[in-house]
């Protein structure tokens, strides 16, 4: 064990854990490179470069030059994963931590307590180390396919969310055609409840008629017609 190793130690979280050795069962990369973990974890470069590249190292699933070595194939299989991440746990973490704490899982704010004096780091740094440290010796390929429901669900949510707020901001347009017979009745209509005839009249007043004559042709027709009270 290095004094480096001693003071720090390399964190993958469990997500991107998950995620690259799915990939791997699928295809072992020849070589891999931060742009490669870029695309398969869907994250910058930069970020692969600095926080999953050392730990895949460190771990011995590839070289300093980021070569596949034959651990990758065994760590991608179900059978052999246990086995796998023991010799992980022996070779990244001292043999006093193994000793003091042999259930890290039950007695985990042990493991805590640990790293902190070991490392001198702060909580989150720690809880992430603790984290990646439970997850190895837990050893159970099971655990990735949690992850991937689970990642499934969440997917799945925001899906029917997303539908739901478009369906309710775009409400369905009605096809309806407005009736015409529904058009507001004639007065003739309104007062007798039937429906009306309508008659077009042409009236032809003597140019020489007088305005009082005029007048009394206009109010005959009112009275006649409209039944109006003029």
């Not at 930069?46 to 194939?73: F, M, V």
């Not at 931590?97 to 909580?123: C, K, M, Y």
């Not at 669900?153 to 997303?162: L, M, S, V, Y």
């Amino acid at each position: 064990m290095t004094e480096e190793k001693k003071g720090n130690f390399p964190v993958i979280p469990n997500a991107h854990w998950w995620g690259l050795r799915k990939k791997f069962q699928l295809s072992i990369p020849g070589v891999v490179t931060d742009s490669y973990i870029a695309a398969v974890l869907n994250m910058q470069a930069k970020s692969a470069r600095a926080n999953i590249l050392p730990g895949l190292k460190a771990a011995k699933i590839i070289d300093q030059d980021g070569k596949t070595l034959e651990r990758a194939k065994r760590w991608r299989d179900d059978e052999q994963y246990p086995k796998v991440c023991k010799e992980i746990v022996k070779d990244m973490y001292p043999q006093e931590l193994i000793d003091a704490v042999p259930d890290p899982i039950s007695n985990r704010q042990a493991v805590e307590r640990w790293f902190a004096n070991h490392t001198g780091l702060g909580e989150v740094a720690v809880r992430k180390m603790v984290t990646f440290y439970t997850l190895l010796s837990e050893a159970d390929p099971n655990k990735g396919m949690e992850i991937v429901k689970t990642k499934q669900t969440i997917k799945k949510d925001k899906k029917e969310k997303i539908g739901s707020r478009t369906k309710s901001s775009n409400p369905e347009i009605s096809s309806h055609i407005p009736d015409k017979s529904s058009d507001k009745p004639s007065r003739v209509e309104e007062r007798s409840g039937k429906p009306g005839i309508h008659i077009n009249l042409q009236i032809h007043i003597s140019a020489d008629a007088s305005s009082d004559q005029i007048d009394q042709i206009f109010s005959s027709m009112a009275k006649h017609i409209y039944r109006e009270k003029i």
